[in-house]
């Protein structure tokens, strides 16, 4: 069967659709996305600005109309962090149902980083052992880990990289003291969370799989080989740390010029790398690995999972 799914996130409007079956792996077929970049439109009450909402509005009748043309069996919608967190969240959803036709499943942050684990444990298997995760998004990060298909801890603080972006870095470019304001904010908001994720086992793979994180393993990082001959990404802190001042005195037109950095993220990936650097070295991660599959994956395989049960309860 067909199954479409939309993710609504804080940067992008985001249109997986793929072809699946109980037991197997789902094969995309179509993949669309729009940058709304939600953060930006966020009015001082926490609203969702009426030019905000009239991205989403374009953004969501768009996917609907790609839906229509295509023969779908399923169609998911989920929202995360913008929509989750907003004052006129309500309403949002209600347009955005009204649109799509279809209930639209907020996800809470818990189960947002309990899903993204999901698919990364999937991707890298059961020989990966204890998985730390880190999935930064436009409003939130994301951490989790766990020996199982599901973490032992999940945690989601108000983190992400456009939201940072927002309250820290307004200026273009930022500079330094920029930098070094978000990053105490960050091991404050972290603080807490640091001293539970230091209880559990330590991690024998580290993983980070988010759309932000890509960008900065481009950047930063380097391939390696896989065992199957496929290409690895890691990124290492270190590496990852020494950028961190020269996009801070980058202007943000002149950032997507740099490897891996597109135009939808060059207005917050320094936010995103200073939280990403901030959050490895408070949870002692040296370096991490690149994860293809995220939450969209994460969704699509527990509808799978859900199609399994029902086929041998047959």
């Known amino acids: 069967m067909r199954l479409a799914v939309l993710d609504i996130g804080s940067n992008t409007v985001h249109l997986l659709m793929a072809d699946v079956r109980p037991g197997g792996r789902p094969l995309a077929v179509t993949s669309e996305r729009a940058v709304v970049r939600l ?4 009015t001082p009450d926490g609203a969702i600005s009426d030019e905000g909402v009239e991205a989403l509005r374009d953004a969501t009748t768009r996917a609907r109309d790609i839906v229509a043309g295509e ?7 989920t929202a995360t962090s913008a929509v989750r967190g907003a004052t006129n969240g309500a309403a949002v ?3 955005i149902e009204h649109i799509l036709g279809t209930e639209l499943q907020v996800l809470d942050g818990e189960t947002e980083a309990r899903l993204t684990f999901l698919a990364v444990r999937r991707w890298f298997g059961w020989a990966s052992g204890n998985i730390l995760l880190f999935d930064i998004g436009g409003g939130s990060l994301e951490l989790a880990t766990g020996a199982d298909e ?5 945690a989601s603080v108000p983190l992400g990289a456009g939201r940072m972006t927002v309250q820290f870095m307004p200026d273009d470019p930022p500079g330094d003291a920029a930098v070094e304001a978000l990053r105490a904010h960050a091991r404050a908001v972290l603080a807490p969370v640091a001293d539970t994720f230091a209880a559990q086992p330590r991690p024998d793979h580290i993983v980070g799989s988010s759309k932000a994180i890509r960008s900065l393993a481009r950047l930063a990082g380097f391939p390696v080989a896989g065992w199957n001959g496929s290409e690895r990404m890691l990124l290492p802190r270190a590496a990852l740390g020494s950028w961190i001042p020269r996009l801070a005195h980058i202007p943000a ?8 950095i597109t135009p939808d993220r060059t207005f917050q990936i320094v936010a995103g790398a200073v939280v990403l650097h901030t959050a490895m070295e408070m949870l002692g991660a040296g370096e991490l ?3 293809p599959w995220a939450l969209r994956e994460g969704v699509l395989l527990r509808y799978i999972e859900s199609m399994a049960w029902d086929h041998l309860g047959r």
């Open 289 to 291: 690995e690149v994860s």
């Open 150 to 154: 599901l973490p032992d801890v999940a």
């Open 253 to 260: 037109s002149a950032r997507q010029e740099l490897p891996g």
């Open 39 to 42: 953060m930006r439109f966020l």
């Open 93 to 95: 959803i209600a347009m």
């Open 71 to 77: 023969r779908i069996d399923e169609f998911l919608a």
